[in-house]
């Protein structure tokens, strides 16, 4: 059965394409779910016009971003940490320390969002990214210093 992805699914294709796939993975889990159509011309239409709109909506959510991105690339955080023997930390950075300075300063970023493989455990600068956008991360420079 040939159908129409209105959404991206793993392993069939992206948005708008045109696939062939078994009746049964077609009537039992792609149409009922709605991440396709049946390809027929007016659905091909209808996905044509849908195509055109989600274009229009991430073009916005990319703007919306790179706007947001220039904001956050002025950003510069200092975090003032206790520091023992040998400048070892007690404690370390973490994303929801990072996200909580964001705040402080009015920017509004999901925690989930920031970066940050591993909390920073030493003393110095370091660059952190921040997931707005698949295509837009920007930098925050983050200093942590001895209090």
């Known amino acids: 059965m040939e159908i129409i992805l209105r959404e991206d699914v793993e392993h069939l294709g992206k948005v708008g394409e045109?696939?062939?796939?078994?009746?049964?993975y077609a009537r039992n889990y792609l149409l009922p779910k709605?991440?396709?159509y049946p390809a027929t011309e007016a659905n091909?239409?209808?996905?044509?016009?849908?195509?055109?709109?989600?274009?229009k909506q991430r073009a916005g959510e990319k703007s919306a971003a790179e706007t947001e991105a220039t904001k956050l690339a002025d950003v510069q955080l200092t975090f003032a940490v206790k520091v023992g023997e040998e400048e070892k930390l007690y404690g370390s950075v973490t994303a929801?320390?990072?996200q909580r300075k964001l705040e402080e300063l009015g920017i509004h970023v999901d925690k989930r969002k920031i970066d940050l493989h591993e909390p920073i455990r030493e003393l110095g600068d370091f660059q952190v990214g921040i997931k707005i956008h698949p295509e837009v991360r920007p930098q925050v420079r983050v200093t942590v210093v001895k209090e």
């Open 18 to 24: 045109v696939v062939k796939v078994k009746d049964g």
């Open 44 to 55: 091909k239409k209808k996905i044509a016009y849908e195509g055109e709109r989600l274009a």
């Open 34 to 36: 709605g991440l396709a």
């Open 96 to 98: 929801s320390d990072i």
